[in-house]
């Protein structure tokens, strides 16, 4: 597969003003993100192992709905794929549960593999991003619309991303636009009253003998 550049979009301001390009808002992805957190860790032990992801799948759909669905962004289901769309702007939005979000270095795997509809949906923009002619693509839907995904990771961290999707896992992403980014600086999180002493002095006491 070629490779080819991942446009990355982070900072208060770029974000909100990329997002204003597709009509959105960051506290509208924000609050997708906390929908399905929040159902995440609301799951019994008594719940089938999957409750978590499934929860957070269920409600993370329903917010992304309430929070964008407005007359010109409507509900969609192509491939069975549950997400939004926006026709004008030849947008599609969906939800997607991942392993951590935000991270430049390495980027979100699905919680659980992509199935061939998934695949089918974002195929079209994977060739003209890579400036090759493909030919027919075959199992791609006539629409062409690139579908985007809210991508929320286990630590809280949020994404709003364009990814390439092969053999059930992203290959690659045409754009990263990081919304949540959790501190992963591990020496700003070492509680000092229980982390290492890097100097101290050892008492040395001789038993008495009898």
Same mark, same amino acid.
């Given at each position: ?12 301001? @770029?974000? /909100? ?7 959105? /808002?960051?506290?509208q992805i924000q609050a997708v993100g906390m ?14 192992? %999957? $409750? ?18 407005? !007359? ?13 769309? %926006? ?20 980027? @979100?795997? @699905? #919680? ?18 890579? &400036?090759?002619? $493909?030919?027919?693509?075959? &199992?791609v839907k006539a629409d062409g619309i690139p ?6 990771? =286990?630590? !809280? ?9 092969? +053999? ?6 045409? =754009? ?7 501190? #992963? ?5 070492? +509680? @000092? ?18």
């Amino acid at each position: 597969m070629l490779a080819f550049a991942t446009a990355i979009v982070e900072g208060e301001r @770029p974000v /909100a003003d990329r997002l204003n390009d597709f009509g959105l /808002a960051p506290e509208q992805i924000q609050a997708v993100g906390m929908a399905a957190r929040t159902w995440a860790d609301d799951a019994s032990p008594l719940m089938p192992i %999957n $409750a978590p992801g499934t929860l957070a799948y269920i409600y993370g759909v329903m917010e992304l709905r309430q929070q964008i669905l407005d !007359g010109v962004w409507a509900a969609d289901r192509t491939c069975g794929i549950e997400a939004v769309v %926006n026709r004008d702007l030849k947008m599609r939005i969906g939800f997607q549960n991942v392993d951590q979000a935000c991270d430049p270095d390495f980027p @979100p795997a @699905p #919680r659980s593999a992509k199935g061939s509809a998934s695949e089918s949906l974002c195929g079209p923009t994977l060739f003209e991003h890579a &400036g090759i002619d $493909a030919g027919p693509l075959i &199992g791609v839907k006539a629409d062409g619309i690139p579908t985007y995904y809210v991508m929320v990771g =286990e630590d !809280g961290s949020l994404e709003l991303s364009h990814p390439v999707i092969s +053999n059930g896992s992203y290959k690659h992403f045409h =754009e990263r636009i990081f919304i949540v980014s959790p501190n #992963r600086d591990w020496a700003d999180e070492i +509680n @000092p009253d229980t982390a290492p002493l890097d100097d101290f002095d050892i008492e040395i006491r001789f038993k008495d003998r009898a």
